[in-house]
C-alpha cells in the first residue's frame, strides 16, 4: 500500500499555488473566460470547489456518496451536466465567498484523508480508491484547473517535482482512454520515459517494451490532461499502438471532449 503522506503534501502544495495565483484578482479577472469554453476563472475555481466536497463526502460519508452519485449519473451523459451545472453554480458567488467556500473544503479534506487508517478505501465516479489514490486525483485536477486559469492570465508556470503524480496517472489510465472511446487496449505494456523538471528520468514500463513514448514530463500530463494537443508538444511514439494512445491519452473520468486547438 503506497504511503500518501508524499501526495498529500503536494496536494496541499497544489492548491495554496493555485490559490495564490486567484486571491488577489478583481472581480473581473474571475469572469475572464478560459480555453474551457463557457468557463470563467470562476467555474474553475468552483468546479474544484465541487469536485473536492464530493471526495470529503466519499471519504467521510461513503454511503450517502454512492447514494447521491447513482443519483447524479443516471445517464451517460449526466456526468458531464453535473460538472456544468455545479460549477456554474458555484460562478454565480461573490468571488471572496466562492475562495473562503473552497479554501474550508480543501483544507477537510486534507485532514480526512490524512486521518484514514493504512488499506482504507473509498467509493468514486470510477473504481474505489485508496487514500494516496484520491489525493493523487485531487492533485491532477488542481493542476490541471491551474493550467487553465494560468494560461487565462497569460503567465507561465515554472513545472515542479509535483508533476510526477500527474504523469503516474496519465500512464495508468492507458487502458481507460481506450475504454472512453470504445476501443480495445494493447495486450502489451509500453515504455514510457519521461524528463523530469529537474532532468530526472521518470520510467514506466518494461525496458524492452517495443512500444514507447518518450519525451518531457511536463508534456504528457498537459496531454493526459487534454490541455495541449499533441502538436504542440514534444513527445515521440515508437510503435503503431503508443502512437495511436498519444491521440487519445486521458487521464479525468467523463467525456474526452473535443480537446484544444493546436497553437502552432
Not at 91 to 107: C, D, F, I, K
Not at 224 to 232: F, G, I, V
Request: one cysteine or more; proline letters at 8%.
Amino acid at each position: 500500500m503506497a504511503d500518501p503522506t508524499h501526495v498529500l503534501s503536494d496536494l496541499r502544495d497544489e492548491g495554496e499555488d493555485l490559490d495564490e495565483r486567484v486571491s488577489g484578482l478583481a472581480d473581473s479577472g474571475w469572469a475572464m473566460p478560459t480555453p474551457a469554453q463557457g468557463w470563467t476563472i470562476a467555474h474553475q475555481i468552483a468546479h474544484l470547489a465541487a469536485t473536492d466536497r464530493q471526495a470529503l463526502v466519499a471519504v467521510t460519508e461513503p454511503e450517502l456518496f454512492t447514494a447521491r452519485r447513482d443519483g447524479a449519473l443516471a445517464s451517460p451523459d449526466s456526468l458531464d451536466a453535473y460538472v456544468n451545472e455545479s460549477a456554474g453554480q458555484g460562478a454565480e458567488l461573490p468571488p471572496t465567498e466562492l475562495l473562503a467556500q473552497w479554501r474550508a473544503t480543501r483544507s477537510a479534506l486534507h485532514a480526512a484523508l490524512a486521518a484514514q487508517p493504512p488499506g482504507a478505501r473509498f467509493p468514486w465516479f470510477g473504481p474505489p480508491m485508496s487514500t494516496a489514490s484520491m489525493a493523487t486525483g485531487r492533485l491532477m485536477e488542481t493542476w490541471a484547473h491551474g493550467q487553465d486559469v494560468v494560461d487565462t492570465l497569460g503567465v507561465r508556470r515554472e513545472p515542479t517535482a509535483r508533476l510526477r503524480h500527474v504523469a503516474r496517472i496519465g500512464v495508468r489510465t492507458r487502458d481507460f482512454a481506450y475504454a472512453q472511446r470504445g476501443l480495445e487496449p494493447p495486450t502489451e505494456e509500453f515504455r514510457v520515459e519521461l524528463t523530469s523538471p529537474d532532468g530526472e528520468l521518470w520510467a514506466y514500463g518494461p525496458e524492452d517494451a517495443e512500444q514507447r513514448v518518450t519525451g518531457p514530463a511536463l508534456d504528457l500530463c498537459l496531454l493526459a490532461t487534454r490541455r495541449r494537443h499533441r502538436a504542440d508538444l514534444a513527445l515521440r511514439a515508437e510503435g503503431t499502438d503508443a502512437d495511436q494512445w498519444l491521440d487519445i491519452a486521458q487521464a479525468f473520468a467523463g467525456a474526452p471532449g473535443t480537446g484544444r486547438e493546436p497553437r502552432g
